[in-house]
């Protein structure tokens, strides 16, 4: 006979959801470094010879980034973005399992209790 444990789909989703969760906040936190970063070291004029043309505006000025150096700060906002996301849909299908869980639960027992 083939018996699975049952908590075991419900533990699966709960490490899912921590990792995703703990992926977002890295990807969250390294975008926001990497912004700060750039706002700091990158002009705050334009320079079509290097390739920063593309402005990023801050409070009160603006600074220029090339091509790679937006694309890499866009990833890690999208990355982390993603991962938040999924996390929560990893917290409704959590939630659905539980549901079916305990439905398959009270089932068996309702069925156990009355012969």
Not at 77 to 91: D, E, I, M, N, P
């Amino acid at each position: 006979m083939n018996r699975t444990n049952p908590q075991r789909p419900r533990r699966t989703v709960t490490i899912l959801k921590v990792v995703s969760a703990v992926l977002s906040l890295a990807f969250w936190i390294a975008s926001c470094l990497l912004w700060y970063h750039y706002a700091v070291t990158r002009p705050s004029q334009p320079d079509a010879a290097v390739g920063r043309i593309y402005a990023e505006r801050q409070i009160e000025q603006a600074f220029y980034l090339t091509t790679t150096e937006r694309s890499i700060w866009y990833l890690l906002t999208g990355a982390g973005v993603s991962c938040f996301l999924l996390g929560v849909g990893f917290h409704i299908f959590g939630k659905r399992l539980d549901r079916e869980m305990s439905k398959k639960t009270n089932i068996m027992t309702e069925q156990g209790s009355n012969p």
